[in-house]
C-alpha cells in the first residue's frame, strides 16, 4: 500500500533543530529564557540577542496556554464506527472488518493464481514484450525482448492491487525478469492486459499492448501465502480506516466486492 510505505518522518524542533521533540517541549527553551532574564536582571538596559528572544516568546506562549480556558471535551467515540459506546479497540464493527479484508484477500490471492495458470505466467515461463512498450516504458532486457519470470513479490502482493480509486490505499507489487544477463523489477499490473484490469488495475500508465507468452509455466506459489491472513500492511490499514469518512466509502465497497467474490 502506498501510505504503508509513505515517509514516517520525525517531528523537528523549531528552535535547536533536533529531532523527536518541538519547541513546546524544548529544554534549551526554558535554558536561554533563564539566562535573558539574568542578564536583564542585572542590567535593564541589556537588549536579547536573536536566540534569547525567540526564547522568551516561547516562554510567554506558554504562559498564555496555560491560563487559556479549555472548552469541555467531547464525548468519545470509537474511531472506526463513531459509536458512543465504545473505542476502536473494543468495536465488534472493526473485528468483522478485518475478517471481511482477509476473506477479500484470500478469494483476489485464489482468482490470481487461476488466472496465472490458465496463461502460463508461471515462474519460469518466458515472455515477449512488445517494443514500444519497452522503450515507453524503460524495461531493461536484452534486444530480443524475451525475458523470463523468476520471481513474484508476494510481499505486496494483495487484493489492494486491483483498487481503481487512487489512493494511499492501493498496493504496487513486482515481478523479477531475467532476460539474457539482464534483470529487471516491473510491476504486476503490466500483466493486466492478460490477467484482467479487474485483478490488477493498470491505470493509464500500462495501458500498452499485451505481452506475448512464449513457453507457459504453471505457478504454485507456497500454501502459506494463499491462507494468510495476517499482514503488517493491513495492520496499518485497521488503524487509519475509518468506515464512516467519505473518503474511505469507496474502499469499503471495494473490499465488500472482493468479500463476495
Known amino acids: 500500500m502506498r501510505g504503508f510505505y509513505w515517509g514516517t518522518g520525525a517531528v523537528r524542533c523549531g528552535f535547536c533543530a533536533h529531532k523527536g521533540h518541538n519547541i513546546t517541549t524544548c529544554k534549551l527553551v526554558d535554558f536561554h529564557a533563564r539566562a535573558a532574564l539574568q542578564k536583564i536582571q ?21 504562559e498564555e496556554r496555560s491560563v487559556k480556558i479549555r472548552k469541555p471535551r467531547k464525548p468519545s467515540t470509537c474511531s472506526f464506527c463513531n459509536n458512543h459506546l465504545h473505542k476502536r479497540p473494543n468495536c ?14 484470500k478469494n483476489w490471492k485464489r482468482i490470481f493464481v487461476e488466472r496465472v495458470n490458465e496463461v502460463g505466467l508461471g515462474i519460469g515461463a518466458l515472455v515477449k514484450f512488445d517494443e514500444n512498450t519497452v522503450y515507453s516504458l ?3 532486457v536484452d534486444p ?18 486491483a483498487l481503481a480509486e487512487y489512493s494511499e490505499y492501493q498496493s504496487e507489487a513486482t515481478m523479477e525478469i531475467l532476460s539474457g544477463e539482464r534483470s529487471d523489477y516491473i510491476s504486476v499490473k503490466y500483466l493486466s492486459s492478460i ?12 495501458s500498452q499492448s499485451s505481452p506475448e507468452v512464449i513457453s507457459p509455466m ?27 469518512a467519505t473518503k474511505s466509502q469507496q474502499v469499503v465497497k471495494f473490499i465488500e466486492k472482493w468479500a463476495e467474490k
Open 42 to 62: 542585572h542590567n535593564p538596559t541589556y537588549m536579547c540577542n536573536k536566540l534569547e528572544h525567540k526564547a522568551l516568546t516561547e516562554i510567554k506562549r506558554r
Open 92 to 105: 465488534k464493527y472493526l473485528k468483522d472488518f478485518k475478517q471481511l479484508v482477509y476473506k477479500a484477500n
Open 138 to 140: 524503460d524495461f531493461n
Open 144 to 161: 530480443h525482448l524475451i525475458a523470463m519470470i523468476t520471481k513474484y513479490d508476494l510481499n505486496n502482493m494483495n487484493f489492494f492491487c
Open 195 to 206: 490477467l484482467g484490469d479487474d485483478l490488477l488495475h493498470r491505470g493509464w500508465w500500462y
Open 218 to 244: 504453471s505457478w504454485n506459489p507456497d500454501k502459506s501465502w494463499l491462507e494468510s491472513e495476517w499482514d503488517e500492511k493491513f495492520d496499518w490499514l485497521f488503524k487509519r480506516i475509518n468506515k464512516q
